[in-house]
């Protein structure tokens, strides 16, 4: 790792799993969780710390020697478990690092009971977004050697994928504040959000 993986891991990891377990805490459903992309489990475990109700386990491409919660190897496109075994799915800054994410859509929404799902991605509307994501994901993730399509969607480019695998967004969020100032007015500024999605159509809703 880098100088500027390590910086990144100290000054700027934990503030994102504990931003982002309070983000994904607020709108999870209770029962039974899968995360897909879920790195070593740290969001998800801060999660289950916050809400006794959940109870999740992971899948990923490249299975961690040491992960926070129980984790299971995929290809990245076809989730390995039968229809109807979670109550929900999420995904945690996954599906960008796809080529289509509405196959892990379409899959997601196989697996789960009721079609629920929520998401934390990113939004590439706005002044110089797809730049500043681009910055974004290679500090945070190049090191690690992720893959790095830089495949982000502006909101109407999501909402035809929602539409496609037959879900809409009953809760959308982009107030995530993940960054402190001054860092927020640069890599804030609603590039992110935070989303529960539900099969058919759905009032949007702030969260509650």
């Given at each position: 790792m880098g100088v500027i993986g390590r910086a990144h891991s100290g000054l700027v990891f934990g503030r994102r799993v504990q931003v982002l377990a309070d983000a994904m805490a607020e709108v999870l459903p209770p029962g039974r969780v899968l995360?897909?992309?879920?790195?070593?489990g740290s969001i998800a475990r801060a999660i289950m710390d916050r809400r006794p109700d959940v109870e999740i386990e992971g899948i990923d491409v490249l299975v961690r020697p040491e992960t926070h919660v129980p984790v299971t190897e995929f290809d990245g496109t076809r989730i390995p478990h039968g229809d109807r075994r979670f109550d929900v799915v999420m995904f945690v800054d996954v599906l960008h690092h796809t080529d289509d994410a509405t196959v892990l859509l379409r899959e997601a929404a196989r697996v789960a009971r009721t079609s629920t799902i929520v998401i934390k991605d990113h939004l590439a509307d706005g002044v110089l977004a797809g730049p500043t994501l681009r910055l974004m994901d290679w500090?945070?993730?190049?090191?690690?050697?992720?893959?790095?399509?830089?495949?982000?969607?502006?909101?109407?480019?999501?909402?035809?994928?929602?539409?496609e695998v037959g879900?809409?967004?009953e809760v959308w969020r982009t107030d995530l504040g993940l960054y402190p100032a001054p860092a927020t007015w640069l890599?804030?500024?609603?590039?992110h959000v935070v989303c529960r999605l539900a099969a058919g159509p759905a009032a949007t809703t702030a969260p509650g």
């Open positions: 995360d897909v992309g879920c790195g070593d500090v945070g993730n190049a090191h690690h050697g992720v893959v790095l399509p830089y495949n982000y969607w502006r909101k109407a480019r999501w909402d035809r994928a929602f539409a879900l809409s967004p890599f804030d500024r609603g590039l």
